[in-house]
């Protein structure tokens, strides 16, 4: 790929980035539109106001309408993108198939992750997986692309094709600009953000946690997945986990629709993500609603964990 100069890097656009990574055209097309899908979900978000009707969503969740609402966009769009098979989206009990059957990808939607955060006004996410062979069961191969996109003071889009991992900025004109371009983690970072409750955690777990407090890791946690595992990635390096609970072995997070994306986007700056055992990237994922625990984020905290978390 061209080398981008930081003097030219606010003005290489998402399109062009692409076209000189060598990202093939269907799928440039396909992280277009979706990145620009976002403007359209941060309108909406703008435009709730902050007011919202609650309901239950497939997982028992209390549902704001704008989760519902980033859902129908997303998906509206993608089908008219003409390059999608199958949509598998979290606010959705089932695959849906929106394309003719010759399309090439397949796309995991968490439309708008952290959706409760809305009303404090912290920042919240859209996460998007890209496959070119079936959602569940054999996959023809593991993910080929994945990007997020974060609602904050500023909007953000990161995206991976497996060519590194690459950050840009909506600027006033609507375009996304390269901020970042290789983002790659130091072996090692400052930070931790941990979810679950201390009472619930496993006492290894716990020792981990200890550890790292120790070693005076700084808290940083929001409580919206997508910023949380976006301040690890801007900060290159610490780590992010949502642990097995006792109670609740799975931990909460999404396995297709929220820690495979984000593993695939950290790895692809250098990083890592396990379940404590096993790559996440490497799970092959039974069910749309399968959960896993996660510890992602730079190298050295993520084996750390995994030391501690087999001591026996
Ligand atoms: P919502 O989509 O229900 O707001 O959940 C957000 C989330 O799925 C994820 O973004 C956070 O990492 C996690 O939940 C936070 O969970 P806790 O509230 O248990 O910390």
């Known amino acids: 790929m061209e080398t981008i100069s930081d003097a ?7 399109r062009r980035h692409m076209w000189m990574a060598g990202v093939e ?14 403007k359209y979900i941060s309108a909406k978000i703008h435009d709730s106001n902050r007011k919202f009707a609650g309901f239950k969503n497939i997982y028992g969740e209390e549902q704001l309408t704008l989760d519902r609402s980033s859902d129908e966009i997303l998906q509206s769009q993608l089908k008219f993108s003409g390059f999608v ?22 796309v995991t939607a968490d439309p708008l992750d952290g959706s409760s955060l809305v009303d404090t006004n912290l920042a919240i996410g859209t996460i998007i997986g890209i496959h070119d062979g079936s959602i569940l069961g054999e996959r023809k191969s593991d ?31 609507g375009e996304y600009v390269l901020s970042e371009d290789n983002i790659t983690l130091s072996e090692r970072g400052s930070i931790y953000g941990l979810g679950g409750l201390r009472k619930d955690f496993t006492p290894e777990h716990l ?26 990635l801007i900060k290159k390096g610490g780590i992010f ?14 396995l297709i ?8 986007i950290m790895k692809h700056a250098g990083g890592m993500a396990t379940n404590g055992k096993e790559d996440i ?4 994922p039974n069910s749309l609603d399968q959960r896993s625990p996660i510890y992602i984020g730079s190298r050295f905290e993520v084996k750390k964990a995994k030391e501690f978390l087999n001591k026996s």
């Open 257 to 264: 629709f929220e820690l495979q994306p984000m593993a695939f």
């Open 8 to 14: 030219t890097k606010g003005f290489v656009d998402l």
């Open 281 to 284: 990237l490497s799970i092959k």
């Open 207 to 232: 020792k981990f946690v200890e550890y790292l407090e120790s070693e005076g890791y700084k808290l940083r946690y929001s409580g919206g997945f997508v910023p949380d595992i976006n301040q690890v």
């Open 241 to 254: 986990s949502y642990p097995a609970l006792k109670g609740n072995p799975e931990g909460k997070l999404r």
């Open 25 to 38: 055209m269907e799928l440039r097309r396909l992280i277009w539109q979706i990145a620009v899908t976002g």
């Open 85 to 106: 098979r199958e949509y598998a989206s979290e606010e959705q009990d089932s695959i849906i198939h929106i394309g003719k059957g010759s399309e090439k990808y397949f």
């Open 143 to 173: 993910l080929v692309a994945a990007m997020y996109i974060t609602y904050g003071p500023l909007i953000t889009m990161v995206y991976s094709t497996g060519k590194g991992t690459h950050e840009f900025v909506l600027n006033r004109e």
